[in-house]
């Protein structure tokens, strides 16, 4: 019989790692796949690896890749490590077994025992209810992690401008922090700088503070220029002045920041103007 298998996690960096927080990495889950496979006898007849694809969503380039595969016929089971590299939604789950089961597919975990039996599917559901709640409780955790950092007074996404995202170990712990940004925190306070003057609008700053060299952190071209809108958001977000804001939560930064400053009080009105007259004159622009 052929048969193919598909591999999945959620991150590039569990891609290449013998273990993840999630269980195993690619070659750890194709190992066990491949010794499935050849312990019964079976073909390969595909491998699809989805690396740094959250199961959370369907729209993952090899998941479809493989599944137009098995439409095609010829293939006798699909080889998982577990239920959960497949899917980590009910609904997506139902609708790829509808597709395996229509292409005469058997889908076979690794590390679960799946019938295609009343009680077999009864298991193979609360599996995936379970992948779908480890899924929806994680992202709360997360979200309640995230706003507690802000509560200290911690900045809990990536750094704005001007600033890198670092991990310490303290204690014996690893500790995220941010720190200033030794290529861009002066050229920041120089946007600042040169905004409260009044002499400058957002496309004469941006050309201005860009022949300076300040260039965007998030650009997939390499010297590429703040774009207008992240300008603006940098220009009125309140944590160059040490407050951190997260959703309604507003909170004193935990450490005092010495560079980059922000606009002088006098010329704060307008920073905060920024973002809305930058929505106007940049509403085509990505960084």
Not at 43 to 56: P, V, Y
Request: proline share 4%; hydrophobic share 40%.
């Amino acid at each position: 019989m052929d048969a193919v298998i598909y591999l999945r996690v959620s991150t590039k960096e569990q891609a290449a790692k013998d273990e993840t927080g999630e269980g195993y990495s690619i070659p750890a889950q194709r190992e066990a796949c491949l010794r499935h496979i050849a312990e019964r006898g079976w073909n390969l007849a595909g491998e699809f690896t989805d690396a740094g694809e959250s199961a959370r969503t369907a729209d993952r380039p090899m998941l479809k890749a493989m599944l137009r595969r098995v439409a095609e016929g010829g293939i006798g089971a699909l080889v998982v490590h577990k239920i959960d590299r497949l899917a980590r939604s009910m609904e997506d789950h139902v609708a790829i077994r509808a597709a395996l089961r229509y292409a005469g597919v058997q889908l076979i975990s690794v590390t679960e025992n799946i019938e295609e039996t009343a009680s077999g599917r009864l298991v193979e559901g609360i599996h995936a209810l379970m992948a779908e709640f480890y899924s929806a409780n994680l992202a709360g955790e997360i979200r309640k992690g995230m706003t507690q950092k802000a509560k200290m007074g911690g900045w809990p996404t990536k750094a704005p401008i001007g600033y890198l995202n670092v991990r310490e170990r303290i204690a014996g712990k690893e500790i995220a922090k941010i720190v200033l940004d030794p290529d861009r925190a002066f050229l920041v306070r120089e946007a600042f700088r040169l905004y409260a003057t009044g002499e400058y609008s957002l496309p004469e700053l941006q050309a201005t503070i860009h022949a300076k060299g300040l260039t965007s952190p998030y650009a997939k071209r390499p010297g590429a220029p703040v774009s207008m809108s992240k300008l603006a958001e940098l220009l009125a977000n309140p944590f160059y002045v040490g407050v951190v804001q997260w959703g309604a939560l507003v909170t004193r930064a935990s450490t005092r920041r010495s560079s980059p400053r922000a606009c002088s009080t006098g010329s704060r009105r307008r920073c905060g103007r920024a973002t809305s007259r930058a929505s106007g004159s940049d509403a085509t622009s990505t960084t």
